[in-house]
Nanobody, 121 residues
């Protein structure tokens, strides 16, 4: 199986920064796309940013220019640098990864348990 573990969440004042990490472990042959999602209370889970194995990035409209996604393929780890945080960024942040466990296997999607990010005004 595959495990994804997020870290780096916490409480920060508006305008501050946080860096989230997502480490994948287990039976991994390769990881295709990885992404960060978030879910605020009473709202649907939304895509924050994603990144392909080749490093191509895309961002949700509300975080463009403030957040930066990156990954270290050698470490099976993904990061989210969050700058200029706003109270509306408050949510549980989840990482997801499309993992191929064996050669020629079908990639499967895995989720982390989530990490809370709270931005105070």
């Amino acid at each position: 199986q595959v495990q994804l573990v997020e870290s780096g969440g916490g409480l920060v004042q508006a305008g501050g920064s946080l860096r989230l990490s997502c480490a994948a472990s287990g039976r991994i042959f390769s990881i295709n796309a990885m992404g960060w999602y978030r879910q605020a209370p009473g709202k649907q889970r939304e895509l924050v940013a994603d990144i392909t194995s080749g490093g191509r990035q895309s961002y949700g409209g509300s975080v463009k220019g403030r957040f930066a996604i990156s990954r270290d393929n050698a470490k099976n780890t993904m990061y989210l640098q969050m700058n200029s945080l706003k109270p509306e960024d408050t949510a549980v942040y989840y990482c997801a990864a499309l993992v191929q466990m064996v050669v020629a296997g079908t990639p499967q999607n895995y989720w982390g348990q989530g990490t809370q990010v709270t931005v105070s005004s």
